[in-house]
């Protein structure tokens, strides 16, 4: 199965944790095939939505539809698959065995074609031949490859990444975010990247969502996300370009 990536409209959704309202009215649309990123800073409810894109968290009122369909609905027409954080690689297993362990317990394919996937995945990002590699020995923007490379082998339609920058130094942050922009050449999938990363956002999405305490302020293109007039999006340009372009 071809990916196909998928639409994900999410309509008012809101979020409380007890007293603290987090999620305020959030409505978005992501096209098939588009790099999407929400930036933002930290506290403002990224992740969070992140969780309830993928499932893991119940919105208190609102929805999300992927491909026009509710979210919950099973049998799903669609695959997702996360980029955590910390890249959660099992360090027991080598890098090929970490990218194949869902293809071979899913049982989708012959070993042969699991074989030829993993191949193919490490390849895109750059790892080429790298199977046997023990994931304890890899550097942290390698174990961010592989982590992708995992992502890449379920074929997903939907994939996302939470803070994908958090823990790499500038080098590996470059090199990540030109294997982004390579998936985005070579793949229909959908993609949305939480980060706080400006530079990052603006470098490798089609289209960028400032979030600022639970809402969002501001969608559009990089080109006008750095053009904005809206006080929140300025506010976070000025602080994370502060040492570039002075105070
Ligand atoms: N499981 C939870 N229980 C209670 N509060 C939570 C939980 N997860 C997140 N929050 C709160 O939601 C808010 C937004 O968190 P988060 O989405 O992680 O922010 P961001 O990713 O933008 O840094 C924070 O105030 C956080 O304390
Ligand atoms: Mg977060």
Redesign the pocket.
């Known amino acids: 199965m071809q990916p196909h990536g998928v639409t994900v409209c999410i309509e008012k959704l809101n979020k409380s ?2 007293g ?1 309202h ?1 999620l305020k009215d959030v409505d978005l649309e992501v096209r098939a095939g588009e790099t999407f990123s929400i930036i ?12 309830h894109i993928i499932g893991l968290e119940t919105a208190d009122s609102g929805r999300i539809l992927i491909n026009e369909e509710p979210h919950g609905k099973l049998p799903r027409s669609y695959r997702s698959s996360m980029v955590f954080q910390s890249s959660a690689l099992f360090n027991s297993l080598t890098v090929g065995e970490n990218i194949g362990l869902w293809l071979r317990e899913h049982r989708i394919y012959p070993e042969q074609r699991i074989l030829e996937i993993i191949a193919e995945k490490l390849a895109i990002v750059g790892l080429e031949g790298k199977e046997e590699l023990r994931t304890s020995e890899l550097s942290g923007g390698m174990k961010k490859r592989v982590a992708i490379a995992r992502s890449l082998a379920m074929e997903p339609d939907l994939v996302l990444y ?2 994908p920058t958090a823990e790499l130094d500038p080098v590996t942050t470059d090199e990540l975010a030109e294997t982004i922009v390579s998936l985005r050449s070579r793949t229909s999938t959908t993609t949305i990247i ?1 980060t ?1 990363d400006l530079n990052f956002a603006l470098y490798l999405s089609d289209r960028i969502a400032m ?1 600022h305490q ?1 809402r969002i302020v501001e969608v559009g293109t990089p080109r006008e996300i750095k053009s904005s007039e809206n006080p929140f999006v300025k506010g976070f340009i000025r602080t994370t370009t502060k040492g570039i372009n002075g105070p």
């Open positions: 944790f007890g603290n987090v933002g800073p930290s506290g403002t409810g990224k992740s969070i939505l992140l969780r939470d803070e939480v706080h979030m639970g």
